[in-house]
C-alpha cells in the first residue's frame, strides 16, 4: 500500500500561481512514476502532468503546456506541480497519483495504481 498526501491548494486570482506538493510513502519511491490529475465538478478526472522515475521525461496535457511544471525531490520523497498563469477552468480538485514502475505507461487515470485523496484549487475570475 502506497499512501499520498497532496497539499497547497487554495484560492488565487487569475494570473496566479501555486505549487502543490504530494508526499509519498514507500522505500521504493524512486523507482515510481507519479502524475497530477484534476476533477472539477461535473466532469470526469484528467490528466494534468506526469513524471518518470528519476525526472528525466515528463508529460503534459495540452490545457497546461507552458503554464505547468511537473519535478521531483526523491530524496524528500515528494513531487511537486508548479501552476503559473491561473485560469479560472483550471479550478478542480488535483490529485497525486503513482504507478509501481519506472516509466509513465499511460495518461489515463486507469494506468495509475494508488491515489492522494485531493486538494481543492480555486482559481477566481
Known amino acids: 500500500q502506497v499512501q499520498l498526501v497532496e497539499s497547497g491548494g487554495g484560492l488565487v486570482q487569475a494570473g496566479g500561481s501555486l505549487r502543490l506538493s504530494c508526499a509519498a510513502s514507500g522505500r521504493t519511491f524512486s523507482t515510481y512514476a507519479m502524475a497530477w490529475f484534476r476533477q472539477a465538478p461535473g466532469k470526469e478526472r484528467g490528466f494534468v502532468a506526469a513524471?518518470?522515475?528519476?525526472?528525466?521525461?515528463?508529460y503534459y496535457a495540452d490545457s497546461v503546456k507552458g503554464r505547468f511544471t511537473i519535478s521531483r525531490d526523491n530524496a524528500k520523497m515528494t513531487v511537486y506541480l508548479q501552476m503559473n498563469s491561473l485560469k479560472p477552468e483550471d479550478t478542480a480538485v488535483y490529485y497525486c497519483?503513482?504507478?509501481?514502475?519506472?516509466?509513465?505507461?499511460?495518461?489515463?487515470?486507469?494506468?495509475?495504481?494508488?491515489w492522494g485523496q485531493g486538494t481543492q484549487v480555486t482559481v477566481s475570475s
Open positions: 513524471i518518470n522515475w528519476n525526472g528525466g521525461r515528463t
Open positions: 497519483a503513482v504507478r509501481k514502475g519506472r516509466e509513465v505507461s499511460g495518461t489515463s487515470r486507469y494506468n495509475w495504481d494508488y
